[in-house]
T-cell receptor
Framework: KQEVTQIPAALSVPEGENLVLNCSFT??????LQWFRQDPGKGLTSLLL?????REQTSGRLNASLDKSSGRSTLYIAASQPGDSATYLC??????????????FGQGTILTVHP | DTEVTQTPKHLVMGMTNKKSLKCEQH?????MYWYKQKAKKPPELMFV???????INESVPSRFSPECPNSSLLNLHLHALQPEDSALYLC????????????FGSGTQLSVL
């Protein structure tokens, strides 16, 4: 059974810092990995989707990397801003069995960027 | 249009009420999902529709009844809910069912009294 862990659970940084969020998964047989952002009481916004054949994806100040063999992904946020404050979740689809394709989410990292 | 629209945004209902949540997307996606999310927890999958047919029911109690009238619409009918069903209900869609980027709506915050 796939398990996804995110470290740290919470992070508070001053504006302007570069930061790294970590995601690890137990079953390396994944098709892709998605990073989401969620603001309080709102839905999830997909930030980046990395295919299993890719090592990195970039969007603006965000860069996500994937190391399938070690079961790790990182989300790098450059020059953080207060507007980046949110919960960040990573998720991977199950690769087989009766739950094929079903996303397994991490518990999330709550990010606070203070001015 | 890259939006998934959910209505209503907030809903308060009694345990004897019947209500419905609605979800709409116009991205041509053929897979649509209902998720339930409790505070400070990740979303939990409830149902998946693929090409307007129910593909996955994650052993959800029958007081939740999904419906997919067409490829753009998804409903969740609620009846005789319990206070523990209070949560944020999220709709999502993707091009196809498996291994695709998910687009989420902003959710319906449901309170059951």
């Amino acid at each position: 059974k796939q398990e996804v862990t995110q470290i740290p659970a919470a992070l508070s940084v001053p504006e302007g810092e570069n930061l790294v969020l970590n995601c690890s998964f137990t079953d390396s047989a994944i098709y892709n990995l998605q990073w989401f952002r969620q603001d309080p009481g709102k839905g999830l916004t997909s930030l980046l989707l990395i295919q299993s054949s890719q090592r990195e994806q970039t969007s603006g100040r965000l860069n996500a990397s994937l190391d399938k063999s070690s079961g790790r992904s990182t989300l790098y946020i450059a020059a953080s801003q207060p507007g980046d404050s949110a919960t960040y979740l990573c998720a991977v689809p199950n690769a087989g069995g009766t739950s094929y394709g079903k996303l397994t989410f991490g518990q999330g990292t709550i990010l606070t960027v203070h001015p | 249009d890259t939006e998934v629209t959910q209505t209503p945004k907030h809903l308060v209902m009694g345990m004897t009420n019947k209500k419905s949540l609605k979800c709409e997307q116009h991205m041509g996606h053929r897979a649509m999902y209902w998720y339930k999310q409790k505070a400070k927890k990740p979303p939990e999958l409830m149902f998946v529709y693929s090409y307007e047919k129910l593909s996955i029911n994650e052993s959800v109690p029958s007081r939740f009844s999904p419906e997919c009238p067409n490829s753009s619409l998804l409903n969740l009918h609620l009846h005789a809910l319990q206070p523990e069903d209070s949560a944020l209900y999220l709709c999502a869609s993707s091009q196809r069912e498996y291994n695709e980027k998910l687009f989420f709506g902003s959710g319906t915050q449901l309170s059951v009294l």
